[in-house]
């Protein structure tokens, strides 16, 4: 069960990279919020990385409910 939970929380960082990489704090340009591609891919990520942070909360849950 542990280790579900760690591959969905891997899953979430890994997609919030995503999203980082695609809209850096440093190196930011004012283009980068009307690029259509740039936004897109960050809200497939933010989506994922949602669903991921859903299925490990239900995985520590269990976790839990099992101690």
Do not use: C, W
């Not at 069960?1 to 340009?29: C, I, R, W």
């Not at 936004?39 to 269990?62: H, K, M, N, P």
């Amino acid at each position: 069960m542990f280790d579900e939970a760690l591959d969905q929380y891997q899953v979430v960082s890994e997609n919030l990279q995503t999203v980082a990489n695609t809209f850096p704090f440093h190196g930011m340009k004012p283009e980068h919020v009307k690029d259509q591609a740039r936004i897109r891919t960050a809200i497939d990520a933010l989506r994922t990385a949602r669903d991921a942070e859903a299925d490990g909360l239900e995985a520590l849950r269990r976790i839990v409910n099992e101690l």
